[in-house]
Each structure stands twice: as C-alpha cells, then as structure tokens.
C-alpha cells in the first residue's frame, strides 16, 4: 500500500489515531517535506496547550543497586564492573531541600529495584518530601512492585510514577529482558498504577536491540490506547559491561520523529526532552523540544553518585561543573525562545488551563 505521507501526518493531526500500517508508514518515510510538516503541527499542538512553556522535573537517582538483569541496562545486577551506592533517606530530603530553593516543584525519585527501598523506607521518604514542601509533587521511578506497594506509597503521598513499558511486543519484551521477567508483569504494573490515581508514565528506547519498525509502531498504538499522562522515549544508547555493548545507538532523528507523532497522538501529554536524547547530540534536548516535547529532567543527585548511576556510556551532566544542571537548562531553553516554569505542572492542572 502505497501512502501520501502528508495525508497521513494531517490525519493525525485531526484524529489522534492510525493504523498500525499507517504508523509503520510514517516511521518509514524520510522525506523532509513530511517530517518538517510532522515537527511543525507537532510544535502547533504543543503550543496550544502548553504555549512556550517548558517544565522541569528535579531527578534524583536515589539508587544503583538492583535485583534485575535487563539486558541494556549498565546497573544490572551482572555488571560487577558498575560502582554500588545508595542514598541514605537524610541525603534524599537534603537533595530535594536543594531543589526546592532552586525552583523544582516536582521531584522524581528514580533507581534501581533495590530491596532496601521497601515501603517503610520509601514511603517514610515520600511522606517527609511532602510534609517538608506540601506544594511539590512526588514521582517515583523505582520499577515493579506489588499492587500493595503501589497503594501504600500513593497513600503515603506520591502523585506519580515512570514505568517504562519498554516495548508493547511481548516477543521483543523477551529478548531485552532476563527469562524472570515478564511483558504481562510490566502491563499489570502499569495498570495498578492507573487504578491507584496515580498519573502514569510509559515509554520506550528508540533503536533498542531488535526493535523492528513494527514494533515500533505498536508502541505507538499502546500509547494511543493507554493515554498516559507522561511518556518518556530517548535513544538506547549501548553500554560497554552489557551484552548489548556492540549494539548501535538510537538516532536523534528517529527520536525526534517520535516525540512529533506522540505528541500528536495525545496532544495534553507530558513528554520529555531526555538526558540519552542530550547524550548522542550536544543540542539532544533542545531539539526534543523544537520536535514537540515539553519536559526537562535536571539532575540534582548529589555530583559524587551521578558517574555511577550511568545506564549507558558517557551520560552527561556528571562532572562537577554540572552541579547547576537547572541553570545550563534554562539557558539552553532561552537560546531556542522556551521559558522554563515552575509548579507541578500536573497534567490535569494543564489540561484545565487549556479549557
Ligand atoms: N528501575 C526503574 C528505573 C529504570 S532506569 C524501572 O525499572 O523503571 C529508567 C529507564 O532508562 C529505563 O526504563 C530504560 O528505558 C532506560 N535505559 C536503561 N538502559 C538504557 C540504555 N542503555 N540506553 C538508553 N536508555 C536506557
């Protein structure tokens, strides 16, 4: 089947739905005429709900030791190579205390499955950030967990959660993941999540080892069908102490295409700008933005541990003179005409807004 690329883009545009041959079609094409028509009513889109605002989310990667084994992932359990630290609940608070002063209004608390997280310890952190600063919201990023867990830590107070769905194919789900984890496990979880108020965040690498454009473009139909508040994509980029070390990274350009179809797709979602995205092009983040994203995620983990909390090579933003990642991005985000704004930035405050 033959398509006019341009049709299509306009169609989804108009009724934020295509068929899966439809997406494949779109993936596929590389004319620039088409894609500068994707990016510009991407841009559009984004613009008429979110103007020229760009929300920043504080990161703070509280943990590299982990109980799994994914494939891609430089902390995996298997990598005796990898440098093994924890934040104790103390230096956590100090860090979103920091990040308070600093402007952040959400903090994302992201690791490894590490057991000494369990709910007493994750839930007295979530409760503390909350009482210390009632206006934040809380996200936590720590990967599966039991429906209970889920409940307890929203009862606790945590607002959100990234759960990245890594790829909708249940097949290809299998070669990124060790035999003991499970596409099915990884969809219940994010459907607790949902069923628990939380606001939900899915996503997937682009260009991760034996991604085919069709799974790709089932990726795409998940995100059509879940509407998540929050998506979040980057390339996979290799890592030397994986079994997927010899693998090519994702490109910017397929990226970028992304971020303007999921923006199209789910015109009100949350979709950031990513660090891999930052990591295999200098202006990485900037040009996520120009493609219709709309978030960015400084890091603010203490500088010592941000080396060691790399799941791929040559992460940025982990030297010393990183230690201001909000500033270098407001500037950044200035240079290209985006505002960087405080607040939550909730994804049902902005969809009232835009009523
Ligand atoms: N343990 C948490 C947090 C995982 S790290 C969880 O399971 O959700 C956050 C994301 O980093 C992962 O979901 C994965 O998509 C991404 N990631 C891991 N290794 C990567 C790599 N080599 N290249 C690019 N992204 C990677």
């Known amino acids: 089947m033959n398509y006019d690329i341009n049709l299509l883009v306009h169609k989804l545009a108009d009724v934020h739905s295509l068929s899966l041959e439809e997406y494949e079609a ?5 004319n620039p005429e088409s894609s500068r028509l994707l990016r510009e009513l991407a841009v559009k889109t984004r613009r008429a709900i979110f103007g020229n605002d760009v929300y920043i989310r504080g990161l703070i990667e509280i943990s590299n030791i982990c109980r799994n084994d ?37 903090f994302v608390l992201q690791g490894g499955e590490d057991s000494y ?9 979530v409760r ?18 039991s429906f209970g867990s889920y409940r307890y830590l929203r009862e606790c107070g945590a607002d959100r959660y990234l759960l ?10 299998s070669r990124l993941h060790p035999s003991e984890m499970s596409y099915s496990n990884r969809m219940k979880c994010l459907h607790n999540l949902r069923e628990l108020g939380y606001q939900v965040g899915c996503g997937f690498m682009v260009g991760s080892p034996f991604q085919t454009v069709r799974n790709l473009s089932e990726d795409l139909k998940f995100i059509e069908t879940f509407k998540p508040e929050m998506c979040g994509i980057g390339p996979f980029i290799p890592h030397k102490d994986t079994p997927f ?16 179809i999921i923006r199209l797709i789910h015109p009100p979602v949350l979709l950031p700008s990513t660090t891999a995205l930052g990591t295999i092009d200098p202006l990485g983040r900037e040009k996520g933005i120009m493609s219709g994203a709309n978030v ?7 500088v010592s541990v941000r080396k060691k909390y790399e799941l791929y090579d040559n992460k940025i933003c982990t030297g010393e003179e990183s230690a201001q990642c909000r500033e270098c991005l407001s500037n950044r985000m200035r240079k290209i005409g985006y ?14 807004n835009s009523r």
């Open 164 to 173: 990245r769905h890594e790829t909708a194919d249940p097949e290809h789900y």
């Open 26 to 30: 779109l993936i596929t094409d590389c």
């Open 296 to 302: 960015v995620m400084p890091n603010l983990s203490p």
């Open 70 to 106: 994914c494939l891609y992932c430089g902390i995996r359990r298997s990598n005796s190579n990898c440098e093994r630290y924890r934040l104790t609940p103390d230096e956590i608070l100090a860090c979103a205390d920091e990040g308070y002063g600093l402007g952040f209004r959400t």
């Open 245 to 260: 070390r010899d693998y090519p990274s994702g490109t910017l350009e397929m990226t970028c295409k992304l971020l303007s």
């Open 128 to 145: 503390s950030i909350k009482s210390n600063h009632p206006d934040c919201a809380v996200t936590l990023s720590m990967g599966e967990r």
């Open 339 to 352: 505002e960087i704004v405080t607040g939550r930035g909730d994804f049902s405050a902005v969809r009232e």
């Open 117 to 125: 997280f369990n709910d007493d310890v994750l839930g007295g952190i």
